[in-house]
Nanobody, 123 residues
């Protein structure tokens, strides 16, 4: 699966952005999809994930109530709607596919990663 993320940019605190991740290649609907983010000098962290049908979602605590993950299987696309953005949300955001959770950590079994899109939230 090839993943292409877009939608990042510069936004003021309290603003909103929507990230998109288009998938091509193997069957998109067969994978749990998600988003991670990484601040320079820090480890990549899990943000959100969504199951195959879109009926079940998971979020890291710091974004609950502000971010919403969704998917459109007909368009092979996963989205991350980010509202009430904070400066601490500034990071490069990566979409990922074929996610599994083990011992409270999320991994991509097949290392399906997008190229990353930068989100900058100014105070």
């Amino acid at each position: 699966v090839q993943l292409q993320a877009c939608g990042g940019g510069l936004v003021q605190a309290g603003g909103s952005l929507r990230l998109s991740c288009a998938a091509s290649g193997r069957t998109f609907t067969g994978y749990v999809m998600g988003w991670f983010r990484q601040i320079p000098g820090k480890e990549r962290e899990f943000v959100a994930a969504i199951d195959l049908s879109g009926g079940i979602t998971w979020y890291t605590d710091s974004v609950k109530g502000r971010f919403t993950i969704s998917r459109d299987n007909a368009k092979n696309t996963v989205y991350l709607q980010m509202n009430s953005l904070k400066p601490e949300d500034t990071a490069v955001y990566y979409c990922a596919g074929d996610l599994v959770r083990r011992s409270s950590s999320w991994y991509s079994r097949s290392s399906y990663w997008g190229q990353g899109t930068l989100v900058t939230v100014s105070s």
